[in-house]
């Protein structure tokens, strides 16, 4: 199917609309995509016509319920080109799958042993390490970036050694729009046997993955930042390694048998889906998924990468423009600074102009100390935005540092 | 010398002035713009405002009876609306400040208009500016 923008925008209504007066223009796709009437129409369809609990009644709602979560599991298999669907386990969102990995963790990472990040991750993948270390005293190590915001790859061998336990790195940066190279940094940690997990926040709406491909451990996306609902994540794991750990909650469905005193642990994926699932989340995730390989993904990315190169060079004729985040294989974020003037206040005069950016750290603070800024402007672009609108944000931008200045 | 309430109604009438936000903010950008700077070696972390996005520095002192703020920020905006606010509290009886009721923000559309974090920091400013006032009129 051609690929044409004004047929997808069609499908998005959030974007018809004014803020102060003014088209909306929608920037804030790294924070969250919008979502598409297909994804509406799915949660609603499953309000209307089959809401129930999963898994447990026999009843025709709960069958039909459970059926059309379990065909999303065998959708996202599918998307990642993982080996068994049982691999997929829906989660909270990326920080809830990070953490469920650094928690199984606890008691195979021992004293002694690291485990490696990079330094562009955001908060979610430094915290749950930083935790796992404080529990275990192994120690926190990190891949160093660049000035362009290039991960310092000559230092793998040295970071990545005999003694890590595993790797966690970011696929895409959300700040900095940088493609980190997946493959030669997974081979490292192969070779000394470490883990390796990818963060794919920024990945999952841009490029293809391929888990088997990669040979990675552990992937995981992020629904909401895919067109799809809010407050679901996926995780996938190799079996082997999902059966490897401990699940970091208890509580129904994730139980085989329960007694008073003990209980035994349910096969995968159940294990790590304690609680009633997000179910409507997961049906909306499929109609997402399925939305966007309509469209078929390339196409996606190579609308954006054009909106990207379009964006940053008009941007370059702004006096005291800087992009933060100049890697040759970047993905759609433009991430910048404007000499003399403060992000907030861009943000501010942005948004009068009904143009929605996102201003300050991008909860990535480490990487503005390691720029030494206080934060930026970054506007993200999804396959739903125009050439226009970059036309409207370049002048809006030009009236706001006018006025600053 | 203008009272608390009639600073406040100079105010009001300057944003009367001005149909659209944009020109609005323009505004408050130039009186962020003529607020004396501070000198970097006030701009310590003891002065910062919390609850503010971006760094809000304000410092209070006492002139006899009259309480003086200065303040700067690191943000435009921020530094503006802290201009405003000490437009209408600076080299004011310290008790009046403490007592005062601001209705300019709301008349002027200013609290509606804020994001709601932002609103709070401005609210954060107000409330710091009468922390010295009370402290200075005991």
């Known amino acids: 199917m051609a690929f044409d923008v004004h047929d997808i925008r069609e499908q998005f209504p959030i974007l018809n609309q004014k803020v102060h007066g003014k088209p909306l223009v929608y920037f804030d796709n790294a924070a ?66 990070i953490n469920a990995i650094a928690y199984g963790l606890s008691n195979t ?19 749950p390490w930083q935790m796992l270390c404080e529990r275990t005293g192994a120690e926190l190590r990190h891949l160093p970036m660049d000035e362009h915001g290039e991960l310092i790859l000559d230092r793998l061998e040295v970071v990545i050694d005999q003694n890590t336990a595993i790797v966690a790195f970011n696929h895409i940066s959300n700040t900095l729009g940088t493609i980190n190279p997946v493959q030669k940094i997974i081979s490292q940690a192969k070779k000394v046997g470490a883990w390796t ?101 390339e196409s996606i990315s190579a609308h954006e990468q054009s909106l990207l190169e379009y ?32 992000p907030y206040d861009l943000g501010v005069l942005l948004d009068q102009q009904g143009i929605a950016v996102r201003t300050g750290q991008h909860c ?42 | 010398m203008a009272t608390i309430q009639e600073k406040q109604q100079i105010l009001i009438e300057e944003f009367a002035f001005f149909d659209e936000w944009m020109d609005k903010y323009n505004h408050i950008i130039e009186m962020g713009k003529s ?50 606010l000490i437009d209408v509290f600076s080299n004011q009886p310290a008790q009046e400040v403490a007592a005062a009721e601001l209705k300019f923000l709301e008349d002027i559309g200013l609290k509606d208009h804020l994001s709601p974090t932002r609103a709070n920091g401005l609210m954060s400013m107000v409330k710091q500016m009468k922390y010295y006032a009370l402290a200075f009129s005991a």
């Not at chain 1, 480490?366 to 800024?373: E, L, N, R, V």
């Not at chain 1, 396959?383 to 200045?405: H, P, Q, R």
């Not at chain 2, 004396?36 to 410092?59: A, F, I, R, T, Y």
Request: aromatic content about 8%; hydrophobic content about 40%; glycine content about 8%.
């Open chain 1, 32 to 97: 969250t995509a919008q979502k598409p009437i297909a994804v509406i129409k799915a949660i609603s369809d499953y309000y209307l016509n089959y809401n129930a609990n999963v898994h447990r009644g026999v009843h025709t709602l709960s069958q039909r319920a459970t059926d059309a979560m379990e065909s999303v599991r065998e959708q996202v298999r599918a998307h990642l080109n993982a080996a068994e669907a049982a691999e997929i386990i829906f989660t909270r969102g990326i920080t809830d799958s």
């Open chain 1, 109 to 127: 990472v021992q004293k002694g042993q690291n485990v490696v990040i990079t330094a562009m991750e955001h908060h979610s993948n430094i915290v």
């Open chain 1, 197 to 297: 997990l990818v963060d794919g926040a920024q990945s999952g709406p841009h490029t293809v993955v391929d888990v088997q491909s990669w040979d990675v451990d552990f992937f995981t996306l992020s629904s909401h930042k895919m067109y799809g609902p809010t407050g679901l994540g996926i995780l996938y794991g190799k079996r082997e390694r999902l059966e490897a750990i401990a699940p970091y909650q208890g509580g129904g469905e994730m139980i085989s048998t329960v007694t008073l005193e003990k209980s035994t642990y349910a096969g995968l994926p159940h294990k790590f889906e304690a609680g009633t699932p997000h179910v409507e989340g997961i049906i909306g995730f499929g109609a997402a998924l399925k939305f966007i390989n309509e469209i078929g993904i």
């Open chain 1, 311 to 342: 964006a940053t060079k008009e941007c370059s004729g702004i006096k005291g423009f800087r992009v933060i985040g100049n890697s040759k294989n970047k993905a759609s974020v433009l991430s910048f600074v404007i000499d003399g003037v403060h």
């Open chain 1, 364 to 405: 990535t603070q480490p990487i503005m100390d390691a720029f030494c800024i206080e934060g930026t402007v970054r506007a993200s672009f999804a396959m739903y935005n125009t050439f226009e609108e970059i036309d409207s944000f370049i002048s809006g931008l030009k009236k706001a540092v006018s006025m600053l200045l």
């Open chain 2, 35 to 84: 607020l004396p700077m501070l000198p970097e070696n006030k701009k310590n972390n003891d002065l910062l405002v919390p609850g503010c996005q971006s760094k809000v520095w304000l410092h209070a002192e006492q002139h006899e009876d009259k309480i003086i703020f200065s303040a700067d920020a690191d943000a435009i905006i921020a530094k503006g609306i802290v201009a405003m």
